[in-house]
């Protein structure tokens, strides 16, 4: 018999067919949904969920339809930003939360709790998320942050910011710590070549001679062993990737759905 799961609003798992009024809730046929867009930062926690084995289904946020602004969505993320991950605990928004959540609750790709290497990880991790990840945001959606006609003013003003990110990245991976090491994934490995490939990629009409994966050669070997792993197969074949969606991205071509 398959075991169903419900996933109501909230921090509570509820047992299917026990709802109160007003809860959201659907029944699934596996532990986790990922509410994803193609070669958006879904794509993360699509990589990851396949690298630790775990079944989980996909609900596409349509962007050409703005999904992610509808009813719908922002009852599951507020924000209307892409990722959501239902879980039995209910669902989580934030890509670094769910890749944090996700490697505790299933003991894989990061340090333990109680490990000696956690706190660099978990540094590093945040540097990721809180730092590289939202400059890379100014560099794609700089109409957001001012005036439309001083938008490729600031993003030429982003782009020595993110080249040193890569080059601070790139010494940590010099010295190959496991959870930054070419022969061992971890979510944060995942992370950064996701938003390696983006910076090789968007935002489509602008300059991007800039970023050269060549210039972090350690980084580089990351992304090469990353490309022949099962999970990035997998990915590949979802999302419309390309043979090589870090080391020499070509814009998605997916089954369903579009990446802008």
Known sequence: MTQKYAFPIGNVAIEAFGTQAGVYIRIMNAPYRLHYAPDNASLVIRLVLEEMG????????DRRQSAQDGPAYRALN???LIPVLETPQGPI???????LWLADTHGQM??????????AFLKWLFFASNTLHADLRVLFYAEKYIDTAQADTLRHGIRPRLRQHLRVLNDVARSAPDWLHADQPSVLTYYLACQM????LYPARADRSWYQLAD?????TVLMNLESRPATRAAISAEGLGITPF???AYAKPPEGSAT
């Open 93 to 99: 928004f934030e890509t670094a939360a769910i890749l």
């Open 197 to 200: 490939r983006w910076m090789a």
């Open 247 to 249: 080391t020499s991205p």
């Open 54 to 61: 775990l079944s989980f289904e996909t609900t596409l946020v």
């Open 110 to 119: 990061a340090p333990a709790p109680d490990s000696p290497d956690r706190a």
């Open 216 to 220: 972090t050669p350690y980084l580089q």
């Open 78 to 80: 507020p924000n209307g």
